[in-house]
């Protein structure tokens, strides 16, 4: 829904990708679509240092996700639906001028891994703000004891993901011109692992608990 806004936002509002995405970055990136090279962005920095600041930027955001479900999980749905808006801009913004593909393609070599985790991480501060507003047959205390507990346990799980991200937006995105059929693996592949990891592994333990427990 965010993302949907973000998208009708930037295309009803000429102004609002600069609102969101700032001067600075549109201003950067028309320029590289002049010359030629629209994602130019992620080739300036240096690989290590770009790995190491996306990683430790993105495990603050997570961090930061994650704490903020202690304002009764608005927090935490603010700062997913403020990102969802962003991205939402920000695609569209590719998409109007052209090179929805050649973003997707590019950006989504990171972002697949990314994206998810961060909204992984946004749950780990929903399971937190809820276990506040809803604590069931427990104490209110002991539910937000529980909910910290299995919301620190999300949260520590993205951490290798959010370094394999870095990983790929330090050293492998900036190659926007490897073939489109490499890139698409890698998004794939990056899709795959997070849903194994988070969707089917998670139901198959799940049911193995189960049909041990009969």
Known sequence: ?????????????????????????????????????????????????????????NIRVALFAFGAGLLLSVGTGLILFSNGVMLGAFQYFFYEKGLFFESFRTIWIHGTIEISVIIIAGCAGLVLGNSILFPGTYSRLESFKRGAKHGLKIVISTLPFFILAGFLEGFVTRHNDMPVVLSLLIIGLSFLLISFYYIFYPYYLKHKDYESFH
Request: hydrophobic share 50%.
């Open 1 to 57: 829904m965010a993302v949907g806004i973000g998208a009708i936002s930037a295309a009803k509002d000429q102004t609002f990708v600069r609102l969101i995405l700032g001067d600075a970055y549109v201003n950067a990136t028309l320029e590289n679509i002049s010359k030629g090279d629209p994602l130019a962005v992620y080739k300036k920095a240096n690989e290590v240092d770009m790995f190491l600041g996306i990683t430790l930027n």
